[in-house]
């Protein structure tokens, strides 16, 4: 599941959230996640899935419930693929680390977190 330092990360950032296998995947959703500005709406849940190897093993993508678009309905980039997971429909948003946006040993979830909320303050549509 989730290690201790991950752990307390989300409870001392006021997350609430769940932890779930499926397919040999942690999934870890955190309801009514906050966006920015500059989209269709103000929260979405988002759902991690994190490989066996998480933490060494960088994570990859992210997925939101319902879906998000930008304010002016646009699509964002790399988001037009819908999958099911936990027994829902999730979108997809495609995101791959390069090696550099990921240090073993050093990165966690609240590295990953980080991670998407500067992708999501980019904006960037389809």
């Known amino acids: 599941m ?11 950032r006021g997350f609430s959230y769940n932890v779930a296998t499926e397919d040999n995947m942690t ?8 966006l920015p500005e500059g989209y269709d709406r103000t929260e ?3 759902l991690l899935r994190l490989g066996l190897g ?4 960088p994570p990859d993508m992210w997925w939101f419930s319902p879906a998000v678009k ?8 790399a988001t037009d693929t819908t999958e099911h997971h936990l027994g ?9 680390l390069s ?20 992708d ?6 389809a």
């Open 2 to 12: 989730l290690s201790d330092e991950d752990e307390r990360f989300l409870k001392e």
């Open 27 to 34: 999934c870890v959703t955190i309801p009514a996640y906050t």
């Open 44 to 46: 979405a849940d988002l």
């Open 54 to 57: 998480f933490p060494d093993t």
């Open 70 to 77: 930008l304010g002016d309905g646009r699509a964002v980039r």
């Open 88 to 96: 829902r429909d999730w979108q997809r948003w495609s995101r791959h």
């Open 99 to 118: 090696s550099s946006d990921w240090i073993p040993g050093n990165d966690n979830l609240e590295s990953f977190l980080a991670i998407i909320g500067q």
């Open 120 to 125: 999501l303050l980019r904006r960037e549509p």
